[in-house]
């Protein structure tokens, strides 16, 4: 019966002649927030959608379907094609990452005739229909405001909401991100990044460093302003005290992920004076709200740290040995399994690399004894 249902549906809006599996995006902009249009079409049927509208979803005049896209695949696993309006540099740079991520290949269309495009001008319709839907409903940006600042048991509406987030891999490379939503707008000309100083892999530590440099760089900034930290009571716990004495209107929550080995199925909201989360219903507008800037603080993070080691990567010390190329330096990194063995290997053990002349070998073991004759930082 479903299947007859799917069939049925599906013939109303568009016929498909060759089969396809296919994730379609459609979106739509709007006075008061945007929407997006998920089409799940199998076997060349559309047999599920999904849809999002949000008042911080879009800037008012630019649409960045790339950052939404990402953020939709990390919680749900990408087909090998998706059919968008999204360009093909951003198309191409997007479909390794989804490939990377989740370890099959990811293609993009921008079809410009024919049923794909039809697919798109469907889901885009359905998001006009949902933002009209919303809009008509939907409270002003001053309201979100006055929610915010009830749910929040704050003083003055927040004009600022901030969502801090710490990113790394394997404890290295760690950085700290911050996303910015003004009048309940993302306002990516104020997101920061933020190279992490210490040498710590202590998440507490890092959020307390990231938070203490974010307040100096407001200064006396009056702007009222929410700062939100991505983690639970024992991140708040750490930066809270860093809070007591401003004299600036800042103020502090965190919002803390489900854990449901632990009996928590939802997202929290927590406040430094409070033992519970805030009674904010997860289908809530607040809550959709606070989530999407947590998600694109994520988002701005994980983008940043790639870039970071990414340039490490390429700038590797290993270079400047005489006889190691790049081909060289990642086969040494597949037989040690990092670059901070390679450092610390013996001579014996690099004279048993398969393919490595003995003389790079040497050069190898006294260059990294070298560094070490000076003290310098191996990292």
């Not at 999904?50 to 960045?64: C, H, K, M, V």
Request: hydrophobic share 40%; net charge neutral; proline share 5%.
């Amino acid at each position: 019966l479903l299947a007859s249902l799917n069939q049925l549906w599906a013939r109303q809006f568009v016929r498909i002649a060759t089969p396809i599996d296919a994730d379609v995006f459609g979106i739509h902009q709007g006075s008061l927030g945007g929407a997006v249009y998920v089409l799940h079409v199998r076997d060349s049927l559309v047999v599920g959608t999904r849809s999002f509208f949000n008042e911080a979803l879009f800037a008012p005049t630019t649409t960045d379907l790339e950052s939404l896209i990402f953020q939709f695949y990390e919680v749900h696993e990408p087909p090998q094609l998706v059919i968008s309006r999204l360009p093909p540099d951003q198309a191409t740079t997007l479909a390794e990452l989804l490939a990377d991520e989740w370890k099959h290949k990811v293609s993009f269309a921008t079809p410009k005739q024919g049923s794909k495009l039809k697919l798109i001008e469907m889901a885009e319709k359905n998001a006009a229909l949902l933002v009209q839907k919303e809009s008509e409903s939907a409270s002003s940006r001053e309201e979100l405001k006055r929610e915010l600042e009830e749910a929040f048991h704050l003083p003055l509406s927040p004009e600022v909401v901030e969502c801090v987030d710490i990113s790394s891999f394997q404890g290295s490379d760690s950085v700290g991100s911050i996303a910015v939503a003004r009048e309940g707008v993302f306002s990516k000309k104020e997101y920061r990044s933020f190279h992490i100083r210490g040498a710590t892999t202590d998440d507490f530590t890092m959020m307390r460093e990231v938070v203490t440099r974010r307040l100096k760089q407001l200064g006396d900034d009056s702007t009222p302003r929410l700062i939100v930290l991505d983690g639970g009571r024992p991140q708040l716990r750490a930066v809270a005290p860093l809070f007591e004495n401003l004299e600036t209107p800042v103020y502090l929550a965190a919002i803390a992920k489900a854990r449901k080995e632990k009996n928590l199925p939802v997202d929290r909201i927590l406040l430094p004076d409070s033992d519970e989360p805030l009674p904010i219903a997860s289908h809530s507008r607040v809550m959709h709200f606070i989530m999407s800037l947590r998600d694109e603080a994520h988002r701005f993070g994980v983008a940043f740290h790639r870039k970071k080691r990414k340039k490490r990567v390429l700038t590797s010390p290993l270079l400047q040995i005489e006889g190691i190329g790049k081909k060289r330096r990642m086969d040494l990194i597949r037989h040690f399994g990092s670059y901070e063995a390679i450092s610390n290997a013996s001579q014996e053990a690099l004279n048993d690399v398969p393919g490595l002349p003995r003389d790079v070998a040497e050069r190898i073991f006294s260059f990294f004894q070298e560094l070490r004759s000076k003290g310098d930082d191996i990292q």
